[in-house]
């Protein structure tokens, strides 16, 4: 069943606030020291979380800016500022002053767009950039299943855009080279290999994150027959294979800080 923008808002800071987007804060709080910055914008903050979070350490010493992709996440982020009395402002506009700090998550964004999010950026910050996103590597048990299954059920065609998944996904090389042709210095990048386990094919498809969020941009060259043929075969397919161990798919989470000049 399609779901509504809010309900996919809802659903994104419900489900894949925790379990996906803290794999990657998680690396940014243990690499980017934050409190010597006086100006923060956050680009794609989603529901809130981190920006709130970050707030909380720093206090009243910083003006934080975050930028939600809609209106429904907004609301919800700012719900979740004024039950924590938190002082970031929520907005979907972005600022038209720069910051000495911007923290862009591209965790969801598809690798086609990731030049132009990265340029909008970059025109933010006057001081240092960080961006964090999946690097190649990543999904690839889920991208060997989906090969396999699109071969069984006679859809070779269909297989090579699985392939296209696969070299889409932007390596670290190339985040660090992203940076760098945006005239950042000093780029640096930490990669860490977070795991995703369930504990079975039904439970993989039918979390929010995965067939929600994840599962329509790597389905998408399928229609809609084609797609319920794929997962149907998918889940049984991984419930196959793992004999009663639970699925783990694994994901390059990659950070990427720069200095601006």
């Known amino acids: 069943m399609d779901k509504t923008e809010k309900e996919l808002s809802f659903l994104r800071g419900i489900y894949v606030e925790p379990e996906w987007t803290k794999k990657f804060t998680e690396i940014f709080n243990e690499s980017v020291v934050v409190k010597k910055f006086s100006t923060i914008t956050y680009l794609n903050a989603g529901a809130g979380g981190h920006a709130i979070e970050i707030s909380d350490k720093l206090g009243d010493a910083v003006e934080i800016f975050s930028v939600c992709e809609n209106p429904d996440l907004c609301e919800i982020a700012m719900t979740k500022a004024e039950t924590v009395q938190s002082g970031v402002d929520f907005s979907t506009e972005v600022p038209m002053g720069r910051s000495e700090l911007v923290i862009a998550d591209a965790s969801l964004v598809p690798p086609y767009e990731l030049e132009e999010f990265l340029a909008d950026a970059r025109e933010s910050a006057s001081g240092k950039l960080v961006f964090f996103l999946p690097t190649s590597g990543s999904f690839g048990e889920i991208f060997s299943y989906l090969w396999e299954v699109l071969l069984e059920l006679d859809l070779p065609e269909e297989a090579q855009g699985v392939e296209r998944l696969i070299t889409e996904l932007t390596t670290v090389q190339q985040a660090e080279a992203a940076a760098k042709s945006l005239d950042l210095t000093k780029v640096k990048s930490v990669t860490k290999t977070e795991a995703f386990e369930y504990a079975s094919g039904k439970e993989f498809l ?48 990659t950070v990427v800080t720069g200095k601006v000049g």
């Open 206 to 253: 039918d979390s929010p994150l995965v067939r929600y969020f994840l599962m329509p941009s790597w389905l998408e060259f399928l229609d809609d027959y084609q797609w319920e043929r794929v997962e149907k075969r998918l889940a049984a397919k991984i419930d196959e294979d793992r004999k009663e161990m639970a699925f783990r798919f694994s994901v390059k989470a």
